[in-house]
C-alpha cells in the first residue's frame, strides 16, 4: 500500500469499521437496539495497572484474556466483559475493537440528556491515560481527526466524558483531559449529562 492509499484508507469506513488501522476484534458487544442512531461519542480514559502506559493489557481486557496472574488488579478486572469502539495509545496509535455499527461494552449504567444505556446511541472512545498525567498531543491530534472521520458516516451531535454520563461511578477522562483542545471546527461539543 502506497503512503497516499494508507492516507485514503485512514478516511473510509466500511461497515463501521476505519480502514487501514490496527483492528483487535472484540467479541464484547452486540447490535444496537433497531433504528437506534448514533448520537454521541463518549470520551474515556484508561490504563492497566492503572497509571502505567504500555504493553497490551488494555488489548487483552478487551478482548477477555487478561492474565490475573501478572497484576493483583487484574485479578479483581478479570471477570468484566466491557470494550469500547476505540482505543489511542500514548503515541497516537488508533486501534479498534468495535463495529461503530454496534453497540461495544463501553458505558455501563449510564444516563445521558434523560436518555439511560448511552450504548445503545453511543461511540466509546478511550484515551490511553489516567486521571493525573497529562495526555499527549498526538492523542489530541488522532482524536479530532477520528471524531472527523466518524461525523461523516453517522449524525454525532455531541461529546460527553464517561464522568459527565456516570458521574458516581466515574472519573474518566479526569481533569487532565484538556476539552478546549476540541474546540476546533468539524468537532461537536461537549453537552454534559
Ligand atoms: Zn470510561
Redesign the pocket.
Known sequence: MSKLDAANAMTTMTKGWIGAIRRIPSPNCDDRPEGQAVSLI?I???SLPPAQFGGDSIERLFTNTLDPGVHPYFAAIRSLRVSAHFLIRRDGELIQFVSCDKRAW??GISCWQGRQRCNDFSI?I?LEGCDDIPFEDKQYDRLIGLIKLIRAHYPVAALAG?ADIAPER?T??GPCFAWQRLAVEGIPPRITA
Open positions: 463518549v474515556h480514559a484508561i463501553h458505558a466509546g478511550e464517561h466515574k474518566d477522562p
